[in-house]
C-alpha cells in the first residue's frame, strides 16, 4: 500500500527522528510494564506474606489417625501435612488444589459428621477447623474471591487507562516532531493527490512499524526498573520493618506474570495507535498552502520579562518570551515537574513519619500486649482460674503482660462514710511494673507478711497516711449470683437485698438484665507495710486501670501467690469482682513465630480459655497494610519522577526542534553558540523555579491541610508534633536542582545536534 511504504521510507531515511520516536515508545511501555509488573509483586508480595504465617488453605484440628488418613488420601488437595499436638491429638494442614465454587461446603463435605461448617450462618466451626481465608482470596480458589481479583484487576486497568490518556503527551511529543517537521511534505503530498485519510493512515502505520522495536525493549527496561525500584524499596527499610528481616529477605523478590506482561503490551500499543492516529489527525487540520507556507504572519504578544531580564539580562528576557509565546507546553512541563518534585520530595518524609504515627497511635489506643486470653473461672471457686491460667505459664510460648485477681472492700473513714479501697493480687514481675522505680519490699516479702502496698498517684493522701507500716480495717465484699429459679422463690424482703446488673444498647438505648446478685461485707484486718507511687503514663497514651481506678478508690496492691496461698478466703466464697465467669489476662509472646502455635494451643484448649483479643494479628495486618501502601507508594513516585523526567526531556527537545528557524536566524544576526547555549539553560531555570516554588506551596498546603484533618479528628496534640513544615523544604529543592540538570543536559544534546545542521538548513526546517 501507498501509506505503508512512505511510512517505511521516512523510517529508514529519517533515523534520527525514527530513534527518538523508538525511545519515547520504549519508555511508555517500561511505565506501563512496571505498573503491571508493580501490581504482580504486590499481590504476589502478599500472597507470599499470607502463607508465610500460615502455610495451608485450611487446619484441621483433633483429627484421629484414621481421619487424618483419609483426608491425605483426597485428590482434591495438593498437600496434607500432619502435626502432632502436644495433647495428644492430630492436626492437617491442607491445601486445597483447584477451584471450589463454595469452599465452605467443600471442607463441609470433607466430614460431614464433625458439622465443620454452616451453610445457614455461613460460618466455620472455629474450635475443630482454622480457615485461612486470606490465602484462599490470593489464589483464587473460590466464586468470591475470583469476583474480587477481577474486581481489584478492573480497577487497576482503569487507573493504567487514566493514567496514559492524562500522559500521552509523552509519545505525542515524538509524533509532533516528526510531523511538525514534515509539514511541508505532507502539503506537497495533498497537492499530488493524497487524500486526508491516506496522510493519517500514513502516520499511523509508521508509529506501528517502530512499535515492534519499542514494545519489546520497552518492555525489558520496564521489568529492569521494576527489580531496581524493589531493590531500593527494600534497601530503604520499609519491607524489614513490616516483614521483618527474614521474611523480607524471602518474600522481596520480583514477580512477572504472563498475563500482566500481555495487558501492558496492549495496554502500550493502544497508547502509540492512539497517539500516532491523533497525530496524524491534527496535521490534516491546516489546508496544503498553510503546511507549506507556515504561518509566519501570525504575531504573538508577550509581556516582558522583568525578573529574568534583570538577572540575566537580555538572554533572560529571550528565554522568557520564548516560554510565553508556548504557554500550554510550559504549563504542562511546570505541572507535571511540579508533582513530581512534591511527591519525591514528601515521599522520604511520609516514609518515616507514617512509621512513627503508626507506632503512636498503637501507643494512644494501647496495644502493648499481644494477647488478651479469657480463662474460665467459677464464682464459687475463687482459685478456679489457676488451671488455666498455670496452663497458659506452663505452654512456654506466653510471658504474662498484666493480669491480677481483684477484691472490692470498704474502708470505714473519720466521718463515718465507706470509702471504696480494692485490693490487686499481680503475678511477679508483673507487680514491679505496676509501681515506679523500686518497690519497698520485696515480692517475696510480701508473700511471706501477707502485706500489701499502698498504690499513690504523688506524695499526697493517702500515700503519707501509710508511709509506715500499720493495720486497717475493712470490710472486704462477698458478691453471689442470684438465678432466676432462686429469684422468683425469695420472699418480697430478701428481694429488697437483690441488685441487678444492667447492660444498654448502644444504638437503641434499650437496658437488659444480665444477671442478678447480693453482697455481703466480711471484716478483717490488712497490714500495709509501706506506700509507693504508681506507674504513670506517659501524656496522650491510654492511662492503666490503676490511673483511671486511683480517682475514685485507694488501690492496695499484693502478691498472686499471696491470694492463692490465703487471701481468696478474704471475701467467703464470692471472690470475683466481676461475676462474668472469666479472668482475663494480657500476654506477649515470647517468639513472634509462634503466633499460629500460640492461637492454635488457646483453640486446642477451648474448655478451659478462649481467644478475646488477637493484638499481634491485628498489628501484623496493620503493618502488612502499611508496608504495601508504602512499596505501592514507592512504586508510584519512580513512575511518576520517571513521567515528569520524559515529558520534560519531550517537550524541550520538541520545542528546540520546532525553533530551529528562528535559532538560526539569530546566529545569522550575530548571537553565538554560548549565548544561544545560555539562553537555552535560563529557559530550562524557569522551569525548575517555577516548579520549585509551586512544589513547596503545594507540600506545605499538604502540610497544613494534614495538621487541620488532625484537628478536627483531634489527634493535633497526639499527632501534631509529627507535621514538621520546614522538613520538606531542603527535599523540594533538591529535587528541582535534579530536575535543571536533566532539563540543561537534554537541551545541550538537542542544541548539539541541531547546530551540526548548517544554518541554511535550518533556516528551511525541511529534511
Request: glycine fraction near 4%; aromatic fraction near 12%.
Given at each position: 500500500m501507498f501509506e505503508r511504504s512512505l511510512a517505511l521510507k521516512y523510517i529508514k531515511a529519517q533515523k534520527r527522528h525514527s530513534i527518538f520516536t523508538i525511545c519515547s515508545i520504549t519508555v511508555a511501555l517500561a511505565l506501563m510494564t512496571l505498573l503491571f509488573t508493580g501490581y504482580a509483586t504486590f499481590r504476589g508480595i502478599m500472597r507470599g506474606s499470607v502463607y508465610m504465617d500460615k502455610p495451608y488453605h485450611f487446619k484441621l484440628m483433633k483429627l484421629t489417625d484414621e481421619e487424618y488418613d483419609e483426608?491425605?488420601?483426597?485428590?482434591?488437595?495438593?498437600?496434607?501435612?500432619?502435626?502432632?499436638?502436644?495433647d495428644g491429638t492430630v492436626s492437617a494442614e491442607a491445601m486445597i488444589k483447584s477451584y471450589h465454587e463454595d469452599i465452605g461446603i467443600f471442607i463441609y463435605e470433607l466430614f460431614p459428621e464433625k458439622q465443620l461448617y454452616s451453610d445457614r450462618y455461613e460460618?466455620?466451626?472455629?474450635?475443630?477447623?482454622?480457615?485461612?481465608?486470606?490465602?484462599?482470596?490470593?489464589?483464587?480458589?473460590?466464586?468470591?474471591?475470583?469476583?474480587?481479583?477481577?474486581r481489584d484487576l478492573a480497577a487497576f486497568f482503569v487507573f493504567v487507562l487514566l493514567l496514559a490518556i492524562a500522559l500521552r503527551l509523552m509519545i505525542?511529543?515524538?509524533?509532533?516532531?516528526?510531523?511538525?517537521?514534515?509539514?511541508?511534505?505532507?502539503g506537497v503530498l495533498q497537492c499530488v493527490g493524497a487524500e486526508p485519510a491516506q496522510i493519517v493512515r500514513m502516520v499511523t502505520f509508521e508509529g506501528l512499524f517502530l512499535s515492534v522495536i519499542g514494545l519489546p525493549l520497552g518492555m525489558l527496561l520496564g521489568i529492569g526498573v521494576s527489580e531496581g525500584t524493589l531493590k531500593v524499596v527494600e534497601a530503604s527499610g520499609?519491607?524489614?520493618?513490616?516483614?521483618?528481616?527474614?521474611?523480607?529477605e524471602k518474600l522481596m523478590h520480583l514477580h512477572i506474570d504472563p498475563l500482566m506482561m500481555v495487558l501492558a503490551a496492549v495496554t502500550g500499543l493502544v497508547w502509540v495507535f492512539l497517539s500516532a492516529y491523533q497525530t496524524g489527525m491534527r496535521v490534516i487540520k491546516k489546508t496544503p498552502v498553510q503546511a507549506i507556507f507556515g504561518d509566519s504572519d501570525k504575531t504573538v504578544k508577550v509581556r516582558k520579562a522583568a525578573f529574568f531580564g534583570s538577572m540575566f539580562g537580555w538572554k533572560g528576557k529571550l528565554a522568557s518570551r520564548n516560554n510565553s509565546r508556548q504557554p500550554k507546553r510550559f504549563v504542562i512541563t511546570v505541572v507535571s515537574l511540579t508533582v513530581s518534585i512534591a511527591l519525591f520530595a514528601s515521599f522520604t518524609i511520609v516514609l518515616k513519619q507514617s512509621l512513627n504515627a503508626f507506632e503512636k497511635l498503637v501507643d494512644i489506643?494501647?496495644?502493648?500486649?499481644?494477647?488478651g486470653i479469657a480463662i474460665k473461672s467459677e464464682q464459687e471457686k475463687p482459685r478456679s482460674y489457676k488451671e488455666g491460667y498455670d496452663a497458659v505459664m506452663d505452654s512456654g510460648l506466653f510471658e504474662v503482660n498484666d493480669f491480677c485477681k481483684e477484691q472490692v472492700s470498704y474502708v470505714q473513714?473519720?466521718?463515718?462514710?465507706?470509702?471504696?479501697?480494692?485490693?490487686?493480687?499481680?503475678?511477679?514481675?508483673?507487680?514491679?511494673?505496676?509501681?515506679?522505680?523500686?518497690?519497698?519490699?520485696?515480692y517475696d516479702e510480701l508473700t511471706e507478711q501477707g502485706a500489701y502496698i499502698m498504690m499513690s498517684v504523688n506524695d499526697e493522701e493517702p500515700a503519707q497516711l501509710y508511709d509506715e507500716p500499720m493495720q486497717i480495717e475493712v470490710g472486704v465484699m462477698e458478691k453471689t449470683v442470684i438465678s432466676d429459679e432462686e429469684y422468683s422463690a425469695m420472699s418480697a424482703e430478701e428481694k429488697e437485698n437483690v441488685k441487678e446488673y444492667m447492660t444498654e444498647d448502644y444504638n437503641t438505648g434499650a437496658k437488659k438484665l444480665e444477671y442478678r446478685f447480693t453482697t455481703e461485707l466480711y471484716p478483717t484486718t490488712l497490714n500495709i507495710v509501706a506506700a509507693a507511687p504508681m506507674f504513670k503514663t506517659e501524656e496522650g497514651k491510654k492511662k492503666t486501670s490503676e490511673e483511671e481506678l486511683s480517682g475514685s478508690a485507694y488501690i492496695l496492691a499484693s502478691t498472686l501467690d499471696y491470694y492463692n496461698k490465703s487471701a481468696y478466703t478474704l471475701a467467703g466464697k464470692g471472690s470475683l469482682a466481676n461475676l462474668e465467669g472469666v479472668e482475663y489476662i494480657h500476654v506477649d509472646l515470647i517468639n513472634d513465630d509462634d503466633y499460629e502455635k500460640a492461637k492454635s494451643f488457646v483453640k486446642s484448649n477451648a474448655w478451659l480459655m478462649t481467644l478475646d483479643e488477637d493484638y499481634h494479628g491485628d498489628l501484623l495486618k496493620m503493618r502488612s497494610g502499611v508496608g504495601a501502601i508504602k512499596i505501592g507508594s514507592a512504586f508510584l513516585s519512580v513512575l511518576i519522577a520517571m513521567i515528569a523526567l520524559v515529558n520534560m526531556v519531550n517537550i524541550l527537545s520538541t520545542g528546540l526542534l520546532n525553533r530551529k528557524s528562528e535559532l538560526a536566524s539569530m546566529q545569522c544576526m550575530g548571537m553565538t553558540r554560548g549565548q544561544l547555549y545560555g539562553m537555552t539553560v535560563v529557559e530550562c531555570l524557569q522551569y525548575s523555579l517555577t516548579s520549585g516554588v509551586l512544589a513547596t506551596g503545594l507540600i506545605e498546603a499538604l502540610m497544613g491541610l494534614t495538621l487541620l484533618v488532625l484537628k478536627r479528628v483531634k489527634l493535633d496534640d497526639e499527632l501534631g508534633d509529627l507535621v514538621n513544615f520546614a522538613e520538606p523544604v531542603p527535599r523540594v529543592w533538591i529535587a528541582a536542582a535534579v530536575a535543571f540538570v536533566a532539563a540543561v543536559i537534554a537541551s545541550v544534546i538537542t542544541l548539539h545536534r541541531i547546530n551540526k545542521e548548517s544554518l541554511t538548513d535550518q533556516m528551511r526546517t525541511v529534511e
Open positions: 483426608l491425605a488420601a483426597n485428590d482434591d488437595l495438593s498437600s496434607c501435612e500432619r502435626i502432632n499436638e502436644a460460618e466455620f466451626d472455629t474450635s475443630q477447623i482454622d480457615v485461612n481465608y486470606d490465602l484462599i482470596s490470593a489464589d483464587r480458589l473460590d466464586f468470591s474471591s475470583r469476583y474480587e481479583a477481577v505525542d511529543t515524538a509524533f509532533e516532531i516528526s510531523s511538525k517537521e514534515r509539514e511541508k511534505h505532507f520499609v519491607a524489614e520493618t513490616f516483614f521483618t528481616a527474614e521474611k523480607a489506643v494501647g496495644l502493648n500486649y499481644d494477647m473513714m473519720s466521718d463515718g462514710t465507706l470509702q471504696t479501697c480494692v485490693l490487686r493480687y499481680y503475678p511477679r514481675g508483673v507487680l514491679e511494673k505496676k509501681f515506679q522505680g523500686e518497690l519497698p519490699v520485696t
